[in-house]
């Protein structure tokens, strides 16, 4: 992985004390992590800034400093790498963290960082976060990665009533507050991730992946397993994996009303088509109606490709390239409105959203995304790679 990322964990907890402090750098120490200076002593500043001047205690004298002082930072190493924790003991708002766990110098993601090392040292800066939700009690927990340009990820929006997150990071903890507004702590047991655990207060851990990975969908190929999102699971609502009940679940509540799924599709959404062209379908479609061929042999293996597309109007055009797809197909198998006039027959792709029966199953929303990089649940369930035509031509 070519980037940098930085691995930092706000916990949201309310007022903290200095024992809260001495206790925090003791879950660290017993985790693995050790003193930058003497075993009994820890590095510690309280002044703001990018490079704050750092005095020598014991733990429970760091936490009297960053006390009076109303936040701070106390230093550990692991592996040589520096890390620690900053405390704001004066927040007010329950939608800032008053304490973060953090990675200074990038110890789990790298180029240079074999992915045992880095499960290993991940299992520390886990048990540590453990620790410190223990003895703060939070509503949650973020685990999460900061780029080169400091950019941040996975923060929660608002207080544990109304919390949600953009996607899940790579490791999530849920106070009992925030379970109960999430379904409970045996829903969230179930979502689909890696590992899912209780801690001894009560919240719940959410960890994606075994190894720490910023960009987890987009690399880790099991991902293209999972039929839903561990986000959808937990913030959408969803309640099962399983892909029959999935679709169930979906068609009680957005029914598919029309042969061409895309029909229901609003004029700009954007969605993944299973498209064959007409040169490689095994018969003859003259006019491109499906009426008369919905009833057929034919299997996802006979597809060309699978496109991301845009609906405008009453056709579907590629995003990247901007090249006519097809045409809406109405519930009589017949396209709908006129092909434009620059298009000859055989550029209109035939849609075997349209005539695999297994696809004419699925609910609309299997084939929606919300932008052009995104992956439907249709395409994630088959494996499928979606061309998005961002540099090519679709032929």
């Known amino acids: 992985m070519g980037d940098s990322y930085r691995f930092i964990a706000p916990v949201y907890a309310d007022r903290l004390s200095a ?12 985790a693995g992590f050790e003193s930058t200076t ?7 500043s309280v002044d703001s800034g990018s490079d704050p001047e750092r005095e020598v205690a014991t733990p429970g004298r760091a936490g009297d400093a960053i006390a009076a002082n109303g936040n701070g930072h106390v230093y550990l190493s692991l592996d040589g790498f520096e890390a620690g924790v900053h405390v704001a003991l004066e927040k007010t708002d329950p939608a800032e963290p008053s304490l973060h766990v953090f990675d200074r110098e990038g110890a789990l993601v ?7 090392v880095a499960v290993r040292r991940g299992e520390r800066f886990l048990q540590a976060l453990a620790g410190t939700v223990i003895e703060t009690d939070p509503w949650g927990a973020i685990g999460t990665f900061l780029d080169e340009g400091g950019m941040n990820v996975g923060y929660p929006n608002a207080p544990p009533a109304e919390a949600t997150l953009s996607t899940l990071p790579w490791v999530t903890v849920f106070g009992p507050v925030w379970c109960d507004h999430l379904g409970g702590r045996d829903r969230l047991l179930g979502a689909p991730v890696w590992d899912a655990r209780t801690l001894e ?13 910023p960009e987890w969908y987009a690399n880790d190929p099991l991902s293209k397993k999972v039929v839903i999102e561990p986000t959808d699971y937990v913030f959408q609502g969803w309640t099962t994996t399983d892909p029959d009940e999935l679709r169930a679940q979906e068609l009680r509540t957005s029914p598919r009303g029309y042969l061409d799924p895309f029909r229901s599709f609003d004029e700009g959404d954007y969605g993944t088509d299973i498209l064959l062209c007409k040169h490689h379908a095994p018969f003859e479609m003259g006019e491109t109606t499906y009426a008369d061929r919905l009833d057929n042999d034919l299997d996802s293996t006979y597809r060309c490709q699978v496109a991301t597309v845009q609906r405008r109007g009453e056709t579907l055009w590629t995003t990247g390239s901007d090249e006519f797809v097809r045409r809406l197909v109405d519930d009589d198998g017949d396209p709908i409105g006129d092909r434009p006039a620059d298009v000859p027959p055989e550029r209109e792709l035939l849609s075997l959203t349209i005539l695999l029966e297994d696809q004419r199953e699925n609910p609309p929303s299997w084939y929606a995304i919300d932008d052009p990089g995104d992956e439907s649940i249709s395409a994630r369930l088959n494996s499928f790679i979606v061309q998005s035509h961002e540099h090519s031509s679709m032929w």
């Open 38 to 44: 003497t075993d009994a002593c820890v590095e510690y």
């Open 19 to 30: 024992t809260t402090v001495e206790r925090v750098v003791d879950r660290f120490l017993e």
């Open 201 to 213: 207060n009560g919240s719940v851990v959410l960890r994606k992946t075994e190894a720490p990975d």
């Open 110 to 116: 790298g180029d240079d960082i074999p992915e045992s």
